[in-house]
């Protein structure tokens, strides 16, 4: 159980790095805020991909990876077509509504599953 728990702390260690590096080359530099508001991006991210927000064991990295590289396909092809940022939000807004709504439990109980 202790070695699993360290393999564990040890692959997630790793990940910061190539997550901290990748974040140093795309944006060349890094502050004390540089991080500050990826916390929604992040959330988004990972219900487009769908993972469920209560977590447990149908949880899967996959889908947070299927959901980053389709956040920042949105994000980065409506730069390219010249969509304004604000609607570029407004967009990702609704395809997140449109995954909650569809993941309720019924309608009486609005919590995802």
Known sequence: ???YRMLAYMI?????????LLFVANTGTT????????E???????????MPLSGGMKSKISSAMIGGFTYALITRSFIYIGVPDKYTTV???????????????????????
Not at 31 to 38: A, D, F, L, M
Not at 40 to 50: P, T, Y
């Open 1 to 3: 159980l202790v070695k």
């Open 12 to 20: 997630f260690g790793v990940a910061i790095v190539v997550a901290s």
């Open 31 to 38: 502050t004390s805020n540089g991080g500050k508001g990826y």
């Open 40 to 50: 929604m991006k992040i959330m988004i991210s990972l219900i487009i991909g769908g």
């Open 91 to 113: 967009f990702v807004a609704l395809i997140y509504i449109v995954v909650v709504l569809l993941t309720c439990r019924s309608k009486d109980k609005v919590l995802p599953r």
